[in-house]
């Protein structure tokens, strides 16, 4: 049985992840791979997510990509923050990277209590968790760098920072030989 399935997620986010966004169906639905259908299923999911992606003529259109997923995107703080600044809107970004700076000294605060409480000094688990505190507190810090740029509007160090975030996100995927660097939109607009 196989869960045919396509995702799209930004490439510049805080946290380099190999973590999916399902797209496409809702739920992806399970395929017997000896199914009469089975080829009919695999073909129609690739050819909606073909459909979506033909309709790039430039680098730059993917910021509108459509592609639907199993979760609203819209209100979450993170990718309208980076989506604004990669765009170039960096006055309407702050916002959305301040209400994710909260949500991330929160995240962090519980997160330390949480180990504090439960885990025992040394053991794998407290090393796994702080492992992950480590990196969340890169990913706020980055975050707070971010503010920093978009405040000064300082659009050509915004555009390095994000860069920097997508080299970290290609290497985690392991895709560092098919990857190529094109412009985000702010980097078009102002020639930075």
Not at 111 to 140: H, V
């Amino acid at each position: 049985m196989l869960r045919p399935f396509w995702f799209a997620n930004i490439t510049y986010g805080f946290l380099a992840n190999t973590g999916f966004l399902w797209a496409g169906d809702s739920v992806p639905r399970w395929a017997d791979v000896r199914s009469g259908t089975f080829q009919d299923v695999v073909f129609a999911q690739m050819n909606r997510a073909f459909t979506e992606l033909r309709r790039l003529t430039e680098q730059v259109d993917a910021f509108d990509v459509g592609l639907p997923v199993n979760r609203d995107l819209s209100a979450n703080s993170f990718v309208q923050g980076l989506t604004r600044v990669a765009k170039g809107d960096l006055e309407s970004a702050e916002p959305f990277l301040r209400r994710e700076l909260a949500y991330q000294t929160r995240d962090l605060e519980d997160r330390r209590a949480f180990i504090t409480k439960y885990r025992r000094k040394g053991s794998k688990p407290w090393q796994r968790d702080m492992e992950i505190l480590a990196a969340r507190e890169r990913a706020r810090d980055n975050n707070l760098l971010l503010i920093d740029r978009v405040r000064a509007r300082d659009r050509g160090g915004a555009a390095d920072l994000l860069r920097g975030r997508e080299r970290l996100y290609v290497q985690a995927w392991k895709a560092e030989r098919h990857w190529i660097s094109s412009p985000f939109p702010l980097e078009v607009d102002e020639g930075c």
